[in-house]
């Protein structure tokens, strides 16, 4: 069973083939679906440097062939793979899913789904999305317009609560479901109860963080955020969410209630293709947009 793997290393993207699967983790899987979009788009842009060869794909779903521990109840199942998992970000510190065989720790196996379809490749990012919009307390401002910011400020929106995004680019990602947006910080109200931050724009957080007021401010681990430069002034209660497993069974039944239709709208803008290569996928980097999902043909 030979591997096929699409590995970006130093600036360049190539896809290698192995001669057997290289065996890492305890789940052995096929590769069905993969998402690429924020991360990948940071890895191949050059704002999140890297500190060896990684394969990359950072959410999607799989099919697990063999286990070589004692969990055999996942053998034969379909799962979403969450991003989050307990060795750390996939495409990011451990390999991802952008190959045909994958070796994974079962921390990133989240739900099983019967019938796997290719929006469901997303729903890790969504769950994790609702599992934010659990923290918030309104005024809402949602820092970046990647996969998550808008999901979240659609997700808010379908419950009632103000909310406003900030962007300093991706900007028209915002505009295709006409969520209130604005790309200067000058144009924001400078007091709000909430501050999430969801991008991977450095600058863009610090000055969301460093300028405005605020009293609870919420980060998605996704965001890769290690640095809060928040006023000594400020009282301020801090959640980081999204380090480690997300349990569905924490999110509120009110928010829950929204996620399947703003999947159904976030598929208005989210690419599908199928290829039945790794080499197709090369044209597809870095991705634009919301992202797309590969379905391996």
């Known amino acids: ?172 990602n915002a505009l295709i479901f006409d969520l209130n947006v604005a790309s200067y910080i000058s144009n924001l109200n400078k007091k709000w109860r909430t501050i999430v931050i969801t991008s991977l724009d450095v600058a863009s957080k610090y000055k969301v963080m460093r300028e405005l007021e605020y009293s609870n401010l919420v980060i998605s681990a996704l965001s890769l955020t290690d640095w809060m430069p928040i006023k000594d002034s400020f009282n301020v209660k801090v959640n980081v969410i999204g380090r480690g497993r997300i349990s569905i069974s924490e999110l509120e039944s009110v928010i829950m209630s929204k996620s399947k239709k703003v999947l159904q709208i976030l598929q208005k803008a989210l690419k599908t293709i199928k290829v039945s290569d790794l080499e197709a996928v090369k044209g597809l980097l870095p991705p634009r947009g919301l992202g797309t999902i590969i379905i391996f043909d």
Do not use: W
């Not at 290698?16 to 305890?26: H, N, T």
């Not at 394969?55 to 793979?81: A, N, Q």
């Open 1 to 172: 069973m030979k591997q096929k793997s699409l590995i970006y290393s130093s600036g360049f993207v190539d896809v290698i083939e192995y001669p057997a699967v290289i065996v890492s983790s305890e789940i052995l899987a096929k590769t069905l679906y993969v998402y690429i979009g924020d991360l990948e788009r940071s890895v191949l842009m050059g704002i999140t440097p890297l500190i060896k060869p990684i394969t990359l794909g950072s959410t999607g779903v799989v099919r697990v062939i063999e286990v070589l521990s004692g969990k055999t109840e996942y053998t034969g199942k379909y799962y979403t793979i969450t991003p989050l998992g307990n060795r750390g970000l996939l495409s990011i510190n451990v390999n991802g899913l952008l190959s045909n065989y994958v070796s994974l720790d079962d921390s990133y196996l989240e739900e099983e789904v019967t019938s796997p379809m290719p929006q469901d490749a997303v729903k890790p990012l969504l769950n994790h999305a609702l599992l934010v919009a659990s923290k918030c307390e309104e005024p809402v401002l949602v820092e970046g317009c990647g996969f998550i910011g808008i999901a979240l400020g659609l997700l808010l929106r379908e419950m009632g609560v103000e909310t406003q995004l900030y962007c300093e680019s991706g900007k028209r």
